[in-house]
């Protein structure tokens, strides 16, 4: 098994910074890639950027490209999302996500979630 433990959310004001940790816990060395998703009120959970096992690919979505920063740290188990100028419209639960390699096929893990408010 494997658990995902998001932290860092919280209020910021518009043009502020916040990073995001998610800590992997269980078999992590069955850990692929992994991503920060993101689900505003009344809206679909969408991709927000990506990072593949060795940390040496990454992709944004295009509304935070030169803005956020996704990392990985495999020895400390944990994947970060640098959030620099912060935008109301960036308000949403951010949830960290995992592939896992599994007997069968490989599955998607879900954190549970850290709330991010932009004020204007």
């Known amino acids: 098994q494997v658990e995902l433990v998001e932290s860092g959310g919280g209020l910021v004001q518009a043009g502020g910074s916040l990073r995001l940790s998610c800590a992997a816990s269980g078999y992590t060395s069955r850990i692929n890639s992994m991503g920060w998703y993101r689900q505003a009120p009344g809206k679909q959970r969408d991709l927000v950027a990506s990072i593949t096992t060795d940390g040496g690919n990454t992709n944004y979505a295009d509304s935070v490209k030169g803005r956020f920063t996704i990392s990985r740290d495999n020895a400390k188990n944990t994947m970060y999302l640098q959030m620099n100028s912060l935008k109301p419209e960036d308000t949403a639960v951010y949830y960290c996500?995992?592939?896992?390699?599994?007997?069968?096929?490989?599955?998607?893990?879900w954190g549970q979630g850290t709330l991010v408010t932009v004020s204007s």
């Open positions: 996500n995992a592939e896992v390699k599994a007997a069968l096929a490989n599955v998607e893990l």
